[in-house]
Every structure is written in structure tokens, then in C-alpha cells.
């Protein structure tokens, strides 16, 4: 009865939509296994509807396509290294244009954004696959230490990966919850 109850809410894109904004604003101040309880609880949900839905979100609704720049950033900012390439995920740049509002619409330098199968083997990395799926951006913002970079985008709610390097900040749109540091 209730697992039927809860297949049918999340069948609905509102639902699930409800439980992706619900979650990442937990997300913020919480880890993954807190934000699905707290989500669940407060949307009256099961806790498997939250991960369900946290689980397919970065593979929804997004079409990767060659991209042409966007109110604030370039193809070539984008571009792989090698290929000049740039199969960025609408979605994602999206996000980096909230981000540089949150930022105080600072500029944002995009030190690695897109990479090739090919130039991905050259660079390697944890993070490869979602630079791969144009779903990534190592990223500067001026007048901002790479700390407050990383304060800023885990409170955001933005992106599913952060990670902390020495001179930049990894973000990305892959799965949620997603927190390191080199
Ligand atoms: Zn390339
Ligand atoms: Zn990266």
C-alpha cells in the first residue's frame, strides 16, 4: 500500500522535484544519510523515494550538446584542451550562473571544464567522468580565497560534487553529497 503510494508520487515530475529541492537544501548543512531522513520525514515520503529520486536526478532531463556560450561564460572557457571540444550540460552551466550570482556576480575562471575521453586518460583523476560528461568545472572566482569558493558552493545546494584543491574548486552535477579534499 504505501510502497504503491510512494512509486505513484515520484511518478510525478512536482514530486520529485519537491524531493530534489527539499533534499539539497538539507544537504547544505547535513550528510546524505541525514538529508534522505530528514527529506523523507518532511515530505512524508520513504526514505527509498528520496534516494530514488537523488539517484536519477543528474541523468535527467539533460542533453549534452556542443555549447555556445551562455550570459556569463564562453565555449572557450569550456573547451578540452586537446580537441577544443565543449559538450557541456545545459543543466550545469546553468548552475555555475546561479553560482555567480551567490557569488556577488564576481567573475568565475574556468580553469578545466570539458574533457575528451582522450584528454581525460592524460589528466586522470576520481573526478574524471563527470569533466567527461560535461558535467564538471574546476573553477576561480575572483577575489574569493578557494576556501570561501568551497564555503559558498557546499552551502549553495548547486552542485553534487565539491572538492577542495590546492587553487581551485572542482564542481560538479553529478551525484549529490559528494565532498573532498586534495
Ligand atoms: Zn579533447
Ligand atoms: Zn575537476
Known amino acids: 500500500m504505501q510502497a504503491n503510494w510512494y512509486h505513484q508520487s515520484i511518478q510525478q515530475e512536482a514530486g520529485a522535484k519537491d524531493i530534489l529541492a527539499t533534499l539539497m537544501l538539507f544537504l547544505s548543512t547535513m550528510t546524505m544519510e541525514q538529508a534522505v531522513a530528514a527529506t523523507a520525514q518532511k515530505l512524508k515520503v520513504s526514505p527509498d523515494a528520496v534516494r530514488q529520486v537523488q539517484q536519477t536526478q543528474p541523468k535527467t ?31 550545469f552551466i546553468q ?21 575528451c575521453q582522450k584528454h581525460n586518460k592524460g589528466v586522470g583523476g576520481a573526478e574524471k567522468s563527470q569533466h567527461v560528461e560535461g558535467q564538471a568545472a574546476d573553477i576561480n572566482v575572483q577575489g574569493l580565497t578557494t576556501k570561501q569558493v568551497y564555503d559558498l558552493a557546499n552551502k549553495s545546494g548547486l552542485f553534487g560534487g565539491i572538492g577542495y584543491y590546492q587553487g581551485w574548486v572542482h564542481v560538479d552535477n553529478g551525484p549529490a553529497g559528494r565532498r573532498w579534499s586534495k
Open 61 to 91: 532531463d539533460t542533453t549534452v550538446n556542443e555549447f555556445q556560450g551562455s550570459a556569463h561564460f564562453s565555449k572557450t572557457e569550456f573547451a578540452c584542451k586537446c580537441c577544443g571540444q565543449a559538450m557541456m550540460d545545459p543543466a
Open 95 to 115: 548552475a555555475l550562473e546561479k553560482f555567480r550570482t551567490i557569488c556577488g556576480n564576481r567573475s568565475i575562471r574556468i580553469s578545466s571544464g570539458y574533457r
